[in-house]
Nanobody
Framework: QVQLVESGGGLVQPGGSLRLSCQAS????????MAWYRQAPGKQRELVAI?????VYPNSMKGRFAISRDNAKNTVYLQMNNLEPEDTAVYYC?????????WGKGTLVTVSS
């Protein structure tokens, strides 16, 4: 059984920073890709960053977001800097194991003054 547990969300002022964490348990290993997605109110879920054989960021996410991974802890992180109100969303952790997608329950990030 796979569990992905996100933490680190909360309320932050514009221009602030947050670091999200996602701890994986079960069959997820360092050979599996892990990623962060987000879903803002009324919008579709979108990719923020992938940590796999390569680290991948969509163009819209380059510069302010950084994904990292601690394989010893089976944990992936998302460092978010210079946050904007438009970054308000539920952030989800994702892992792919032999083609199967697994999701965490998400952590809410609210950027507001």
């Amino acid at each position: 059984q796979v569990q992905l547990v996100e933490s680190g969300g909360g309320l932050v002022q514009p221009g602030g920073s947050l670091r999200l964490s996602c701890q994986a348990s079960g069959i997820i290993s360092s050979n599996d890709s892990m990623a962060w997605y987000r879903q803002a109110p009324g919008k579709q879920r979108e990719l923020v960053a992938i940590s796999g054989r390569k680290t991948v960021y969509p163009n819209s996410m380059k510069g302010r977001f950084a994904i990292s991974r601690d394989n010893a802890k089976n944990t992936v992180y998302l460092q978010m800097n210079n946050l904007e109100p438009e970054d308000t969303a539920v952030y989800y952790c994702n892992a792919v194991h032999y083609g199967w997608n697994y999701w965490g329950k998400g952590t809410l990030v609210t950027v507001s003054s």
